[in-house]
């Protein structure tokens, strides 16, 4: 089934108008700019940063029928455009990865999680908001943002390696300030994929 994004860049892709443009903005806009802020550092550039990938999409509309993937398209398009504005600006001297702060949603109890109590969410929720930068952007992109291995890995410019290594990472840490033992394989493999759903 197609996300409610994806059905709103192809009626866009179709129609070209200015009316479905705005309705293609307004969807994903404040996600670019959160993303944005992680790489610019500062709500004012980002949201200038992300204007000028519309701003081109727009002027380009008539060639998007080639961008197959629109979510991974933009925010390999923001991280590009923030890294070379930084750049032009003399400003860009850190990794991107590192230092940045994020906020991730919580976890919440839920009709799958209803007997975790709420004491085991809270500290769930401290571990994962501890993890490293480098960690909390992976995790983010993957758990709240719904991509893939491989998207996460282009979005960032990483290799897939290193996406799976900042999972395990984080994971490894998660365990840690918990207090699981992840020497049993299963545990490892249940508490990623409980860790990576939102």
Same mark, same amino acid.
């Given at each position: 089934m197609e996300? %409610?994004g994806?059905?709103?860049? =192809?009626r866009f892709r %179709?129609e070209?108008?200015?009316e !479905?443009?705005?309705?293609?903005?307004d969807?994903y806009y !404040?996600?670019?700019?959160?993303?944005?802020?992680?790489?610019? /550092?500062?709500?004012?550039l980002a949201?200038? @940063?992300?204007? &000028?990938?519309?701003?081109?999409?727009w002027?380009?509309?008539?060639?998007?029928a080639s @961008? *197959?993937?629109?979510?991974?398209? +933009?925010f390999? *398009?923001?991280?590009?455009?923030?890294?070379?504005? $930084? /750049? /032009?600006?003399? %400003?860009?001297?850190?990794?991107?990865?590192?230092?940045v702060?994020?906020? $991730?949603?919580d976890?919440k109890? *839920?009709?799958e999680? $209803?007997l975790?109590?709420?004491?085991?969410?809270?500290?769930? =929720?401290?571990?994962?908001?501890n +993890?490293? !930068?480098?960690?909390?952007i992976?995790?983010? $992109?993957?758990?709240? &943002?719904?991509?893939?291995?491989?998207?996460v890995?282009? @979005?960032?410019?990483?290799s897939?390696?290193?996406?799976? =290594?900042?999972?395990v990472?984080?994971?490894?840490?998660i365990a840690?300030q918990l207090?699981?033992?992840l020497?049993?394989?299963?545990? *490892?493999?249940?508490?990623?994929?409980? +860790?990576?759903?939102?």
């Amino acid at each position: 089934m197609e996300s %409610k994004g994806k059905h709103i860049f =192809n009626r866009f892709r %179709k129609e070209l108008t200015q009316e !479905s443009f705005t309705e293609f903005f307004d969807y994903y806009y !404040s996600r670019m700019v959160h993303f944005a802020v992680l790489i610019a /550092k500062s709500e004012i550039l980002a949201e200038e @940063i992300v204007l &000028d990938v519309f701003l081109k999409l727009w002027e380009q509309k008539r060639t998007i029928a080639s @961008i *197959s993937n629109i979510e991974t398209y +933009l925010f390999v *398009s923001v991280r590009n455009t923030a890294i070379n504005t $930084l /750049k /032009k600006d003399q %400003k860009f001297v850190v990794d991107m990865l590192d230092d940045v702060y994020i906020q $991730l949603a919580d976890y919440k109890a *839920s009709a799958e999680n $209803l007997l975790i109590e709420n004491e085991m969410l809270e500290a769930l =929720n401290v571990a994962v908001n501890n +993890l490293p !930068s480098r960690c909390k952007i992976i995790f983010k $992109l993957i758990r709240e &943002d719904g991509f893939n291995r491989n998207e996460v890995a282009r @979005i960032l410019n990483v290799s897939v390696k290193t996406v799976d =290594n900042q999972v395990v990472i984080a994971v490894r840490k998660i365990a840690g300030q918990l207090n699981i033992d992840l020497a049993n394989p299963q545990k *490892s493999r249940g508490l990623t994929a409980f +860790l990576l759903a939102l």
